[in-house]
């Protein structure tokens, strides 16, 4: 069976949803007014993608 993992670093569909709302909100016109604010969001915006892709790269299976 599939490895299904809720919350925590393994909760991909939440990682893959934030990410998604962290590029809405650094589209935003007004995202660089507060450039430490907007550091910090492509920051967890990054850590969001990287878990999301090295899943997908893995095949969303942790068993073999």
Known sequence: GRL???GGIFDIEGNRKNAADLEKKAA????W???EAAQAVLKEQTRAK???EQWDRAGGDLDP
Do not use: G, T
Request: zero cysteines; hydrophobic letters at 45%; glycine letters at 0%.
């Open 4 to 6: 299904v993992a809720q």
């Open 50 to 52: 990287n878990i999301v």
């Open 28 to 31: 935003a016109p007004d995202f």
């Open 33 to 35: 007014n507060d450039q």
